[in-house]
């Protein structure tokens, strides 16, 4: 059985159905409305941007290339390994795939707890009834499902937030957003990114500080296309000829950075239950790592099981896995975050401890001999410890005055001002905005404190 028909859920249900097993899938969002909407309250990023690494096709292509067809059909593009697809898009897809798997039963309802029957059994209660399985595979993500049964793991606020939008881009218009470069871009106090995805449809994301309430302005359409228009090279990009919204602006809470194992003081927390996906391992998504990292963990899982092992040495087994493989993962991304925030505080670099990889790999950008390391780590082939001899080459850098640069445009006060400027003249947002600008910024770094 398994519970969650996300990305994970949904990957492990095909994957373990084409190999003979009988799979229940349990799901609380029942899926796509026959006219195709979906609004999947419980997924809050369902709507938000989202980079599909290398590691995702690869998946699929080794274990269900018939989805990866499909998702192709549906618009989605690959370039260099990576998937440009909408999370919507991609979600659809597999919901397309479960219903049509001969071996894949759906159902829709709550998982409310899982008890052990006498003979060892996990037995699941939910609001579909009660129902004994072999095996249970928890992939609900960061939802509270079982949390009262596990140890309470690591979880750290990233301090970060987004807030994004979908444009479609004109046919005439396509290279500019899809081939060569990134469009990323690093300013004091904000970060901007543009997501290519499928059938032209790209989105622009604004990463703030969750505790930034003046930039939560951005919520508002003629904030943010103010604010698109602001930041120079997102503006050429950004023009009423090459592209026009279709969405509206979709804002996104504080995001954390979670690890929980399968064990509580050495013992398996749930009997017969293996967490897997983002109910082990949620990055915080700065460097769109997510759903990789779950799909890396559902292949670990699928090798132990086909190994045969019995059920408890799978778990204990794939527990060890994730130590290994995913927790590194973790530290680098909650340090790779703090740096970030501390960046646009102003602050000198913090050399104390790891360097966070992100000025690691910045420090020395360029010189040949860490390309390939530093290559494999982005792509995430080599763990975080990788960077360990490059490390030491960007403190000589650092010591030698090297610092990161923020990209040219406006720091955050700047922006604002910009804002404020546009939004003066439209009224829905004014007085919301004017409001929060007299009082209180809430923003606690020095030097940002609201009145630009
Ligand atoms: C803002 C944001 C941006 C992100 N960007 C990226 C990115 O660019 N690239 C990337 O790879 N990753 C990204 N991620 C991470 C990615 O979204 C997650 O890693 C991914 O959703 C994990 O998939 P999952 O299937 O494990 O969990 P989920 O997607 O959370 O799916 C869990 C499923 O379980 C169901 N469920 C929950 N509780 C129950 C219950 N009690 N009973 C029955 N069903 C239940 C839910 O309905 C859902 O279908 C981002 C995350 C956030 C927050």
Known sequence: MVIGAGPTGSF?????????????????????????????????QFRQPHAFRSQIAEALRAELPGVLEALVAD???????????????????????????????????????????????????????ISTADLVLNATGRARFLKHRRTAGLDVDSG?????????????????????????????????????????????????????????????????????????PLAALMTADKVRPISRVYPGGAMRNIYR???????????????VGDAVFSPSPMYGRGIATSLIQARALLELIDAGHDRDSVTRRFDAWCTGRMLPWFHDQVLDDAGVIGMWDGGDLEIDGRLPSATITRAVAGEPRWRDVIGQYLDMRVLPSALAPVE??????????????????????????????SVNRTSPVRPAFAARSAGSSGHKSPGTSGAA
């Open 160 to 232: 970060l937030a987004y807030v994004s939008r979908e444009y479609q881009v004109a046919p005439g218009a396509r290279d500019e957003f899809y081939a060569g470069a990134r469009h990323i871009w690093n300013l004091p106090g904000y970060l901007v990114r543009v997501f290519p995805s499928d059938s032209n449809v790209i989105s622009t994301l604004f990463v703030r500080r969750a505790d930034d309430r003046d930039l939560t302005v951005l919520r508002h359409p003629e904030a943010y296309e103010a604010a698109t228009a602001a930041v120079p």
């Open 261 to 275: 194992g399968q064990l509580t003081k050495d013992e398996i927390d749930t009997p017969g239950v293996i967490h």
């Open 392 to 421: 030491v080459a960007a403190r000589e850098r650092i010591a030698a005055g090297w610092r990161p640069a923020f990209a040219d445009g406006p720091d955050r006060q700047e922006l604002l001002r910009v804002i404020r400027g």
């Open 75 to 129: 618009g989605a593009y690959l370039a260099e390994g990576q998937m440009g697809v909408r999370r919507s898009v991609y979600e659809a897809v597999f919901r397309r795939a479960l219903s049509g798997e001969p071996g894949v039963t759906m159902l829709a309802g709550s998982a409310r707890d899982i008890r052990t029957d006498a003979a060892g059994r996990p037995v699941l209660i939910s609001d579909t009834g």
């Open 12 to 44: 492990l249900a095909l994957a373990l159905a084409r190999r003979g097993h009988a799979v229940t899938v349990l799901d609380r969002d029942p899926g796509p409305a026959a006219d195709g909407s979906w609004e999947r309250p419980g997924v809050p």
